[in-house]
């Protein structure tokens, strides 16, 4: 079982940054693959990023490549997500999911595990 805990909502001006935090409960997150999500109100769960434990795989939308950069710290079981440039279309309620790792990543539906969300609201 993994439990997922957010933290690092808030507003922000466009072009402002942001950092997000997800901090996991289990111990064996080596094996999992790690993902953010976001979802706006009468939209579909987006994906937005994606790793392994280790690093050595990563995975980014077209639409926050270049701006985004997942990371994690294996000492305290926490997974980031630094946004940077962020524009008002970035509003969104940001999700932490976990699941097994594969080479399915992009898909919301595969992930059992998710946190509890965090608003991101971007201001022109």
């Known amino acids: 079982q993994v439990q997922l805990v957010e933290s690092g909502g808030g507003l922000v001006q466009a072009g402002g940054s942001l950092r997000l935090s997800c901090s996991a409960s289990?111990?064996?997150?080596?094996?999992?693959?790690m993902g953010w999500f976001r979802q706006t109100p009468g939209k579909e769960r987006e994906f937005v990023t994606a790793?392994?434990?280790?690093?050595?795989?990563?995975y980014y939308a077209d639409s926050v490549k270049g701006r985004f950069t997942i990371s994690r710290d294996n000492t305290k079981n926490t997974v980031y997500l630094q946004m940077n440039s962020l524009k008002p279309e970035d509003t969104a309620v940001y999700y932490c999911?976990?699941?097994?790792?594969?080479?399915?990543?992009?898909?919301?539906?595969?992930?059992?595990?998710w946190g509890q969300g965090t608003q991101v609201t971007v201001s022109s």
């Open positions: 999911a976990a699941k097994l790792f594969s080479n399915v990543y992009a898909v919301a539906s595969n992930y059992p595990y």
């Open positions: 790793c392994n434990w280790s690093g050595s795989n990563t």
């Open positions: 289990t111990r064996t997150m080596n094996t999992y693959l």
